[in-house]
């Protein structure tokens, strides 16, 4: 019975999730995009594709899977703006000063970043988020998720630390 409640796919139930996760997943993708039509569309479109694959999504991690969406859309449009930029410019590598290894590798990086970012837990992405992105101090994030300023710390080190370890892998 409880399960039938949390059916993502019952209008309801999308309607509660809708409620509760637009605002974060707006925020989330617009640090990325900072651009304000840009981002509705996307939240837009990852709601779509959450209806749309309803039957796939658990009520339990359903917030992780709408900011994996978002975050997929986001990329593929900075991958397609990618190619449309290198195509009207007539891209060439003589206009960088950087060797084509190092753009690589950098862009390498910022993928590898951009995942783990990704791949953090709601909770550590948040406080990562509006600490780097918003630049925020740890006693207004506290006041915001109305948590204790030491649950902040506790979940910025960890956050730092995950990201770390995942990105010295490369």
Known sequence: MIKELKNI?????????????CKDVKRFIFFKTKDTSLTEDIVQDAFVKLWEECKNASYDTVKS??????????????KHNKVIDKHQKGYTHEHSNETPEFIFLENEFYEKLE????????K?????????????KYKE?????????????KRMHTALKSLKEKIELI
């Open 9 to 21: 796919c019952k209008p309801t139930v999308f309607e509660e999730v809708f409620n509760s996760y």
């Open 65 to 78: 899977f709408l900011f994996t969406i978002a975050n997929n859309l986001f990329l593929n449009i900075v």
């Open 115 to 122: 995942n783990a970012v990704a791949n953090l837990s709601e």
């Open 124 to 136: 550590q992405r948040e406080v990562f988020l509006l600490s780097r992105i918003e630049k925020k």
């Open 141 to 153: 994030i506290a006041t915001q998720l109305n948590i204790s300023v030491k649950a902040v710390e």
